[in-house]
């Protein structure tokens, strides 16, 4: 036995005050979901589809039925499918501790294994979801212990009023970039982020130059001291939300910062059906077009979306949660049964 291995006596010893604090925050956070009369989930792992965006990468397997037939199926990346389905169904208010799985992630911050906290709030607007994101977040600490979340050096108050910062004032403070000049121009926006010393190569898609930005420029600065909520994407960046009503460059999706770390994405959703579609085949386009595979639509989801009633949601990293609020270094240490997937030399 290594003495480095996760289920030695000495390392296990190190990491149980972070699992027991784990253990804490959950109890703590399914008590103020039950007292918002809430109900919880367990959506099922399997799914035809495993979420439609380029960047994800889902683990694929195969049903076999009992007369052999071989049907290819996939651990699901979220449960947002599966929990737009119930409200679709009647329900009106739902969260879920789920077992979600991403493949071609890990890190600090990344496992491909991980538990993801998703809720919907049926007829609630963002105000109301990122409301519940800072009690959560305070709960969480509370839970812990402690009245701070911490990552590398790096405090947030969770107590301490958040600041709202929408996408065009974030590029404008922390990288001197006008995001609403740049929206429809990917060569004059990567002409900006070289002037701002970002390197962008040749060729790079709107989507690369706008990710290089925020990732180099801008995160690092977000929640530091409180919680920062960075809203206001430009719809490019949509996801499944829903344009903004006021502005349709623009979308009604929202992110959660603490100690420069993305804790929680969250949307009005979309309900529009045929955008939703149009959204889902683009992504699996560029998808293609990138790694050489795409993911097939779920035509119930696209159903059920357009049978939804108007509703908010939220996807929280529970494990990146509880590492800041138990002052963890990593995310494998907040993990009961963290997965050793070491990579073979290369030849």
């Excluded at 683990?59 to 009992?66: A, E, I, K, L, P």
């Excluded at 969250?266 to 050489?292: I, N």
């Amino acid at each position: 036995m290594e003495a480095s291995a996760w289920w030695s006596p000495e390392t296990h010893a190190r990491r149980r005050r972070h699992l027991l604090a784990r253990g804490k925050i959950k109890s703590a956070l399914r008590r103020w979901f039950e007292a918002q009369e809430f109900l919880e989930t367990e959506c099922g792992a399997l799914v035809v589809s495993p979420g439609n965006e380029a960047h994800l990468h889902a683990f694929q397997t195969q049903y076999v039925t009992d007369s052999g037939q071989i049907r290819t199926l996939y651990l699901h990346t979220s449960p947002e499918f599966a929990m737009k389905k119930l409200l679709a169904a009647g329900e009106t208010r739902i969260f879920d501790f789920a077992r979600a799985y991403r493949n071609r992630e890990s890190g600090g911050r990344h496992s491909p294994e991980f538990t993801m906290l998703e809720w919907y709030r049926a007829g609630a607007g963002m105000a109301d979801v990122m409301g519940d994101c800072t009690a959560i977040a305070r709960r969480a600490a509370k839970a812990a212990g402690t009245r701070q979340l911490v990552w590398k050096g790096q405090v947030c108050d969770p107590f301490a009023e958040p600041e709202w910062l929408t996408l065009a004032e974030a590029f404008d403070r922390y990288a001197g970039i006008d995001l609403t000049r740049h929206l429809e121009d990917a060569g004059a926006f990567r002409g900006a982020a070289l002037a701002a010393g970002i390197g962008v190569p040749e060729g790079a898609t709107w989507t690369d130059v706008f990710s290089a930005i925020l990732v180099t420029k801008i995160e690092p600065h977000l929640g530091m001291g409180r919680l920062t909520f960075l809203h206001r994407y430009p719809v490019s960046e949509a996801a499944l939300s829903r344009p903004a009503p006021d502005d349709p460059r623009f979308a009604e999706r929202f992110e959660l910062y603490a100690c420069g770390v993305e804790l929680a994405n969250g949307y009005r959703e979309l309900t529009d059906a045929a955008l939703l579609v149009a959204r889902q085949q683009s992504e699996m386009d560029l998808k293609e077009a990138v790694y050489g595979e795409r993911y097939p639509l779920d035509p119930d989801f696209v159903a059920a979306v357009a049978a939804m009633p108007e509703a908010s949601g939220v996807a929280l990293g529970f494990d990146r949660l509880v590492m800041l609020a138990s002052g963890a270094n990593a995310i494998n240490e907040v993990l009961w049964t963290p997965p050793v997937i070491a990579e073979e030399p290369r030849p």
